[in-house]
């Protein structure tokens, strides 16, 4: 399949110049004390009191050798393991909304552990869905357990491969040990680490914070799959211009990357992006404008001049229901990244700019992954695909609905949709003129009311629960929900 590409390999190499030379001459400021020590022991040019780091060109191209082309999410269950490019595009939920879209009432409320699971369960039952990210926050979650009322609904209700943050240390090495006891030990933890985390360590402009670079810095040393998205904000936290922001963004990229590589070589990772521009009429956050889509496929094209897979925040919308915007803001980026080679999309689920999670659109976006992978796939060349055989065998004005290779291909050529009508208006009417958004919810409560595959044993869970006290109970519910 051939790829579009916004940028020529000069323009590509400008803004790798470009990017070379803000950290040489302006540098990038950082605010963690260990980053500050491991920048200094690797030659870097680092001011005590400004905290102002500056890294050379040579030290950058040096360490950039070293990115390793792939990077690999596991699951519990080894069958959903997804290495990327190679398995691109894989899609991934948008995560981390503090309110929920009750499936009941419709009302917006805040999102509690038992979403968390039910959300798990879902995304584990949905086709189009590869990786799980946790969806919302935990409201009911006890003290001290911010993070365990997350993780633990996820990982207990879902094969696939979860991935997550943590505001802290503390928190990241609690859920370290839970996902140790899931795996079945720490050494099997090590061997298959079945957490994927992620961390903001770039703050826009040009900043890496304390907490999330601690917990780039934490993972990266022990080898534990992690990596960390920029999200410049054009006329905010960026220049007011698509180049401008993605050279920002570009900079911020490379200033993480290069130190995971200082800390442990040979370090996988993902050139993971939100890059967006805000609506300069009131300044809102607008991650489903289309130029969060032109953005996403420049930042793929440097990720590819790096050898690095690429993915990022895309698919995402402003809107508040399951609607035209949501539709077309959805899917016009989607298809934007698919084009430019994005090979991990986060979208699933998630509206209002990433503060409200909706059952509904959990599985129409899983609707529209299927559909961005089948772009992916393409017209799959080949002399037996031309089916000039089959053409000869229905001759002139035949038919082709009895062939065997109808008979055979017709799951394989097209992507089936269960939310997409295709039936006369007619037949449609009768049947209760339900819109997609009903069609939707319909399917996520009948997958939500079978039996659960993903459920931890009895001996699991008692080891769990001896460990982590007053745990909230972290199972799927849908009936009286």
């Not at 917006?108 to 038992?114: E, I, Q």
Request: hydrophobic share 40%.
């Amino acid at each position: 399949m051939q790829y579009a590409q916004l940028l020529s390999l000069e323009e590509v190499e400008q803004v790798h110049d470009a990017s070379l030379e803000l950290l040489e001459s302006f540098g990038i400021l950082v605010h963690n004390e260990n980053a500050l020590g491991i920048f200094k022991r690797h030659g870097c040019q680092v001011d005590p009191e400004t905290h102002i780091v500056k890294i050379s060109r040579r030290i950058v191209e040096n360490f950039r050798q070293a990115f390793p082309p792939t990077f690999t999410f596991r699951g519990r269950d080894p069958q959903f393991d997804k290495t990327i490019p190679d398995d691109g595009p894989v899609f991934v939920t948008a995560s981390s909304a503090p309110d929920i879209v009750d499936p009941l009432s419709g009302e917006l409320r805040r999102a509690t552990s038992v979403d968390i699971a039910n959300i798990a369960f879902l995304i584990n039952e949905l086709p189009g869905y590869d990786i799980f990210s946790i969806s919302t926050l935990a409201d009911d979650a006890p003290d001290g357990q911010f993070s365990l009322a997350r993780f633990y609904p996820a990982l207990k209700n879902c094969l696939k491969p979860v991935r997550g943050n943590t505001p802290d240390i503390k928190d990241l090495v609690r859920v370290l040990e839970l996902g140790a006891i899931i795996a079945g030990g720490p050494e099997a933890y090590q061997e298959r680490p079945l957490i994927t985390h992620h961390c903001c360590a770039a703050v826009s402009p040009l900043t890496l914070d304390i907490h999330s670079t601690e917990a780039i810095l934490y993972l990266t040393k022990r080898g534990l799959p992690c990596y960390a998205t920029v999200a410049p904000n054009a006329g905010m936290t960026a220049p007011m211009s698509l180049m401008g922001t993605l050279v920002l963004g570009n900079t911020e990229f490379l200033a993480v990357a290069v130190l995971m590589q200082m800390v442990k070589p040979q370090s996988s990772n993902i050139y993971a992006v939100l890059s967006t521009v805000a609506d300069m009429r009131n300044g809102n956050y607008a991650p489903g404008a289309m130029e969060t889509g032109i953005l996403q496929m420049a930042h793929s094209q440097m990720a590819e001049f790096y050898n690095v897979p690429a993915g990022g925040y895309i698919g995402l919308t402003g809107a508040h229901g399951n609607d035209a915007q949501s539709g077309y803001e959805s899917g016009m980026s989607m298809t934007a990244a698919m084009l430019g080679r994005t090979h991990m999309l986060n979208s699933g689920g998630l509206m209002s700019n990433l503060m409200a999670f909706d059952f509904a659109k959990a599985v129409i976006d899983s609707e529209m992954a299927l559909m961005i992978k089948r772009i992916g796939r393409g017209l799959e060349f080949s002399q037996e695909g031309m089916a000039l055989d089959v053409i000869a065998e229905a001759g002139h004005g035949g038919s082709y609905l009895q062939l065997a290779h109808t008979i055979e291909n017709m799951r394989t050529a097209a992507i089936i949709p269960t939310i997409a009508t295709r039936e006369l208006r007619g037949i449609w009417e009768k049947n209760g003129r339900y819109d997609a958004n009903a069609r939707a919810l319909d399917q996520a409560s009948r997958i939500l009311m079978r039996d659960n595959p993903a459920v931890l044993s009895p001996q699991v869970e008692a080891r769990i629960r001896e460990r982590f006290k007053d745990l909230v109970p972290g199972d799927a519910k849908w009936v009286g929900y």
